[in-house]
């Protein structure tokens, strides 16, 4: 049926072209019915074909019925106008054939065609104004331009990008895989998936074949924006979630994490299971517990601790992935408007959103990284893991040198970032980065990033000192920086030591400390071991170098603000205060290293090596071994003597040991004639104890 309309549609409009060679009079009228004809029969193409093939039949043969305009397709891509133009443009070629017979004959012709030209004309400014008000052109006959469009387009993202919150997160890269696609492509990352060795890649391949073949049921897990799980996951069996607390006195909504009795009894067993030291334990919790945080971070350690990556990056995502399915529904990481206390109850989301954007980070997936690094200072400001400690690397990694600038310029509402040791020394990294980048092309300066700067982002970028002088500033402020990273790197055979003996022998380093303040001297520290393989390179060094003895030779008037080193010191001296107190005491050194630290298999008891092999332990029989000992020491009280304690269960003596008001066979002072002495009961070894 729509094929027969549509063909009655064409003859219609083969039988409409003659009438284009008719007279200027004859067409002006066929032109002013024309119109509300051309609009009826669009809105009868935007119908469905047996709608359409019902109205032609209700008007069969009615010798009114108004002739119909091209089909929708035609309307989409013009054909009437060529038709029309073609028929136009015999007619010139006809009337320049006859210019040469000369006379009148020429001049009525030329008459006649422009006279058709002009109803060309009209014909196409009808059609046009009829499609843009069925709304099938744009009313901006400028939009229709690509390359005005994608200007328009690219000013309309770099306002919102300038608009946008400092640490609003893009969605968009908040997954590892999506990553892996930009860099590898999808093809390359099915095929590893498919052909990918190990337990996992077998288990899902597995897992696929049985839901192929009808023997399982495989439903889908939900997604969440950081995570996606793997198909041996199980379903995430609840316990977990997030309530909003109110707002904060910033205006910040507050959220918290809930945890239902259930989950609190599970979490009581494994402090128990956690007791006896055995990862089997542990491991024999999660098969029925798949989803308890504590037990999925504490395998996480123990399995990168014995190398096992796979398995300790699976049981990071998974917690991760309780987490996040746990969300409140108006909690949106691309808000940058939300505050999370970091308390017992929250602490597991920081520890899970730092470990990650760390294991990212030595993957090579330096944006998803900083994406979460981002959500990890935006959930709460006083960063209580240190993640101004990592995020200007990996701002550095990703190319996100626009953004390292305005974090610097206004984290916190102030530019107190400014003064960070390792942001003094991004900051020039990062301009250091662009002119390398603009020199091919434009020898000096730099207009653009690396890896997705914006076109609002270039003025930022030529309105930042060189990089020369934020280098020399850098140094003139914190000359000990460049002290301990030269030792780090010197002592991995990097740099031409003979040449920095002679730098660092000049006053401004040979006198170089960190004032006394333990939390500069752990912050530098941090440094050099985050980014000390960013500066290793030659060039670098030879930039580091150049700027060392810059600033340790030139003039005051020569340096940049025309300060000298003593009125940086003093700046320094004012900024850290001579102090023990290390308010960044918390934060571990080796969180901070790509090194891993790894135990010999040989030292976990059970495992041997294996990754996942500790799950051979009865969860459930445990579990009621250990109620059963907890009534056992509730009801023979804390006290036992020899003879008891021999007698007792093994498991239940070391439970017993780890309570602070037990006594093993031990008697308190003053027991023998009744009369306790001194604060508390005195450790006596027990008779015949060696």
Known sequence: MAGRAHKRLQQQLGAAQPALAESESDESSVDESRAPQRAAFDLLGLLTDDEAASAEEE?????????????????????????????????R???????????????????????????????????????????????????????????????AAAAAADQRPLLAVDVRHLRADEELRRMFGSRVIEEDEEGGAGAYANASRRVRRLAARGLIKRVPLKHGAIIVPRDTWPRFEGGISMEAQGVTAEGKQQFGYVYSQAYQAVQELYEDVQATFDPNNIAALLQNHPYHIDSLLTMHDLYRSTGEQAYA??????????????????????????????????????????????????????????ELCKLLLALNGDDPLGALCTIDYLALRAGRYEFLYRLTEQYGGDSSAALLPNFVFSRALARWYQDQEASPSKGRGCSSSKGGGT???????????????????????????????QRVLQGKGVGREAEWAAVLSRPLFAGASDGGSASLSHLLDIWVERQHLLWKAQPIQDWLRSACL????????????????ADWACVREQTWPASQDNEYN?????????????????????????????GQVDVMALEAELRE??????????????????????????????????????????????????????????????
Request: proline fraction near 10%; charged fraction near 20%; hydrophobic fraction near 35%.
């Open 550 to 565: 810059h600033a340790a030779t030139a003039p005051p008037s020569e340096l940049p603000d025309g300060l000298a080193a």
């Open 313 to 370: 990056e699976e049981m990071l995502e998974r917690a991760l992935y309780a987490l996040e399915l746990a969300w409140h529904p108006t909690f949106s990481p691309a808000a940058a408007s939300m505050h999370v206390p970091y308390e017992q109850a929250n602490a597991p989301l920081f520890t899970c959103l730092f470990r990650y954007t760390q294991s990212l980070s030595r993957r090579g997936l330096h944006r998803t990284a900083l």
């Open 586 to 614: 918390h934060l571990r050194l080796h969180d901070y290293s790509d090194t891993v630290a790894r135990l010999p298999p040989e030292e976990i008891h059970g495992l041997g090596g294996a990754g996942g092999g500790g």
């Open 59 to 91: 008007q069969p043969s009615s010798p009114e019925a108004p002739r119909p305009p091209p089909p929708p397709a035609a309307a989409a891509g013009q054909p009437g106008k060529k038709k029309a133009a073609a028929a136009a443009k015999k007619k």
């Open 629 to 690: 000992l907890q009534q056992q020491m509730q009801a023979q009280g804390p006290d036992l003597n020899d003879e008891e304690m021999r007698q007792q269960n093994p498991l239940a003596v070391l439970l017993r040991s780890l309570l602070p008001w037990v006594n093993l066979g031990q008697a308190p002072e003053g027991d023998a004639d009744g009369a306790g002495g001194g604060d508390g009961p005195q450790q006596q070894q027990p008779e015949g104890g060696g």
């Open 455 to 485: 076109a609002a982002g270039s003025s930022s970028s030529e309105a930042q000192p060189p990089s020369a002088d934020l280098l020399t500033r850098a140094i003139l402020l914190y000359p000990e920086a460049v002290v301990r990273m």
């Open 93 to 155: 070629q006809a009337a320049a054939n006859k210019k040469k017979k000369g006379g009148q004959q020429e001049d009525s012709e030329g008459s006649e065609a422009g006279a058709e030209a002009a109803a060309v004309k009209r014909d196409e400014e009808d059609l046009d104004s009829i499609l843009r008000e069925l709304n099938l052109l744009p009313s901006d006959p400028a939009a229709v331009a690509p390359s005005q469009q994608t200007q328009a387009a690219a000013g």
